[in-house]
């Protein structure tokens, strides 16, 4: 007999953008996010996302901000995108009290049959704070590689954070989807 519900996953609605805002922000900054390994504290201040941002994911044409619960409770999300022939992810996260359980994973496995199956892109890809080796090294066994491809940190623009360091960039990394192995 399970000990626990299966995970569901649904499109978020517009009556989901607090509780969306909220796991985000405990997932990567404050107190709460420092319980998860996923924290941003020691890189960046600041908002990781706020209602207007979330809300215009949840409203945009080829954008599905996608939801992992159990028993009705929001445990995991992300944000997947159509981007030409591939799939962008971002918007990642865990609550931090339940990360390391296999929820990210499996949430993972999600989008990327979404955007083969429902979306037949070919790829998924994704930008990562170049300092965060050991995510880096999470995608890396998912399937993830490094492009060589890199984005300057948006300085100045406080809807991705306050820096606390003055090297951040992004590199990109992509994954075939013609096996989604998560």
């Known amino acids: 007999m399970p000990t626990s519900s299966p995970l569901v996953y649904r499109a978020a609605i517009a009556a989901d953008v607090p509780a969306i805002v909220a796991l985000v922000e405990s997932a990567y900054r404050g107190e709460s996010g420092q319980r998860g ?20 994911l949840i ?11 159990r028993d009705g409770v929001l445990l995991a999300c ?19 009290e339940l990360q390391a359980a296999g929820l990210g994973r499996a949430l993972l496995a999600e989008a990327e049959r979404v955007a083969r199956d429902a979306w037949r892109l070919a790829a998924m890809r994704m930008t990562v704070i170049e300092q965060r080796a050991e995510l880096i090294a999470w995608y890396e066994r998912r399937g993830y590689r490094l492009t060589g491809e890199t984005r300057p940190f948006p300085y100045g623009d406080a809807r991705f ?22």
């Open 37 to 56: 390994w996923t924290t941003e504290t020691h890189l960046l201040d600041g908002q990781r996302t706020d209602t207007e941002n979330v809300a215009g």
């Open 59 to 69: 409203g945009r044409p080829g954008s599905l901000v996608l939801l992992a619960e």
């Open 78 to 96: 992300c944000h997947i995108e159509q981007q030409g022939g591939y799939g962008y992810f971002g918007m990642f996260a865990v609550d931090p």
């Open 161 to 182: 954070g306050i820096p606390r360091r003055d090297d951040l960039r992004f590199v990109w990394m992509s994954k075939p989807l013609r096996e989604v192995t998560a």
